[in-house]
């Protein structure tokens, strides 16, 4: 033992102090480093769990949000034509209300709730007759909100836009219309029919492909309007209702039997005859289902008389009936007037560009320079010669994707339309058959 010091001490010189203090220092450190270790994994848990709920939160309160903005958008048309909705103005009760999850923003809480009270009650727009709402496996679906006897007008409504029979004035009729009602179209089905990858169809094209109704008039040319209500009835081969339309375009659904509440009310998107195989190819090839209504899964061969002729769609409905849902206000309809306007300009300039076409073809003929190569360039020409006046005269701003799908039919049709010409008029002057 050392005078002067504690058992156990040792001087600063002493070899074996310097050695235990440096394992000491080394296992302080080791430990620090442990605990900073343990520290950090848990800080990692901590904030993969709280990622993971943020984004659960988020992925909730997006589904939520675009259930809220279907509703809204199925419900402001009912407030247009005075209809009472079933789920109401986007206000919760505070039973609802308290379902929310803690740390949710007022706008997701809103939205939140609204999803919550479609959930609970699972109506998404209802008025005396019927009801939208979720239709299994089919998304949303119209049925009886109360028992229907044979024979009654269910819905009558007028056209959400009109199309036209040309895909450039379609596109135009889509653009001039409000925010809300472009919305509504947008949250339609749709599904793209041109086989191609990539698709050349718009998203109106895919739209319209699906949801549009043939109508009936006395002009030369029929043409099929797009509906809000009407694109929520899904198909069935012997549909609960037949359709028919009124001389403007207003689409009437009458029963064809009596009616429960609480049955899915439904129409035909295609004439309901042949075979169970045959008509299942149309509906899959054009509306992208397979069709498992009964007279399907029965494979019941139906022909175009007796049974199914009450549900022909070749009616001329009465003008006078049930209240129209939709109808265009005094503003809409003087739009659609100026659009057509503006079509029939936009028209008389694409037949300028084909009359100069024509002479061009002609001309070469004459000179006897007609190539296949300068007969395709005269086509590009005329199809860049309308494009260029169609993007300088855009009052309604369609796009370039918009723009360049017209251009691209465009082509395709003025090919045609020169191929048509040029064997005309090599006929004529006598010249040996050619490929254009």
């Known amino acids: ?18 050695i235990d203090q440096s394992f000491i220092l080394s296992e302080i450190a080791t430990l620090e480093l442990d605990d900073a270790a343990d520290q950090s994994t848990e800080k990692r848990k901590t904030e993969r769990n709280r990622r993971k709920k943020l984004n659960a939160r988020k992925n909730k309160a997006e589904r939520a949000r675009q259930e809220f903005e279907e509703r809204e958008i199925l419900g402001s048309a009912s407030q247009d034509t005075n209809i009472p909705l079933s789920v109401g103005s986007g206000k919760t009760s505070k039973s609802l209300a308290s379902d929310c999850f803690d740390g949710t923003s007022s706008i997701d809480c809103v939205v939140e709730c609204s999803a919550l009270a479609q959930e609970k009650t699972g109506v998404y727009f209802s008025n005396a007759m019927f009801e939208i709402k979720t239709s299994p496996g089919k998304g949303l679906g119209v049925f009886a909100a109360q028992d229907i006897q044979k024979e009654t007008e269910v819905l009558r409504e007028a056209p959400l836009m009109k199309c036209g029979v040309n895909w450039l004035i379609k596109e135009t009729f889509f653009m001039s219309l409000n925010e809300e009602k472009k919305n509504v179209l947008r949250s339609l089905h749709s599904h793209c029919s ?9 998203t109106l094209m895919r739209i319209y492909d699906v949801n549009s109704f043939d109508i009936v008039s006395d002009k030369p040319k029929r043409t099929n309007y797009i509906y809000h209500f009407a694109s929520r009835i899904n198909h069935e081969c012997l549909p609960k209702m037949a359709r028919g339309n009124t001389k403007n375009g207003n689409l009437v659904f009458t029963t064809v039997r009596d009616i429960k509440r609480g049955e899915e009310l439904t129409t035909f998107y295609q004439v309901p005859i042949g ?9 899959l090839s054009k509306y992208g289902f397979t069709c498992m209504c009964k007279a399907c899964t029965s494979n019941i061969v139906l022909n175009l008389c007796g049974e199914t002729l009450k549900y022909s769609p ?28 503006w079509f029939k300009s936009v028209s008389q300039a694409a037949g300028k560009a084909e009359e100069d076409m024509t002479i061009a073809i002609s001309n070469d003929l004459l000179r006897s320079q007609s190539t296949q190569e300068r007969r395709h360039l005269i086509v590009e020409n005329t199809v860049q010669i309308f494009d260029d006046y169609l993007r300088k005269n855009n ?11 017209y251009r691209y039919q465009a082509t395709i049709l003025t090919f045609r339309a020169a191929k048509q010409v040029f064997n005309s008029l090599r006929r004529e002057m006598g010249i040996s058959p050619e490929e254009f």
């Not at 033992?1 to 310097?18: F, L, N, S, W």
């Not at 041109?194 to 718009?202: A, F, G, S, V």
């Not at 409905?317 to 849902?325: C, D, K, R, T």
């Open 194 to 202: 041109c086989d191609e990858n990539p698709c050349r169809e718009t």
């Open 395 to 405: 009052p309604y701003e369609l796009s370039d994707q918009v723009i360049s799908a």
């Open 314 to 341: 070749w009616i001329i409905a009465n003008e006078s009936g049930s209240e129209i849902l939709n109808k265009p206000t005094l503003e809409e309809m003087q739009t659609a007037k100026q659009v057509e306007s």
């Open 1 to 18: 033992m050392t005078p002067g010091k504690a058992d156990g001490a040792h001087r600063v010189d002493d070899p074996q102090g310097e």
């Open 275 to 283: 075979t169970t195989l045959a008509r299942r190819k149309i509906l």
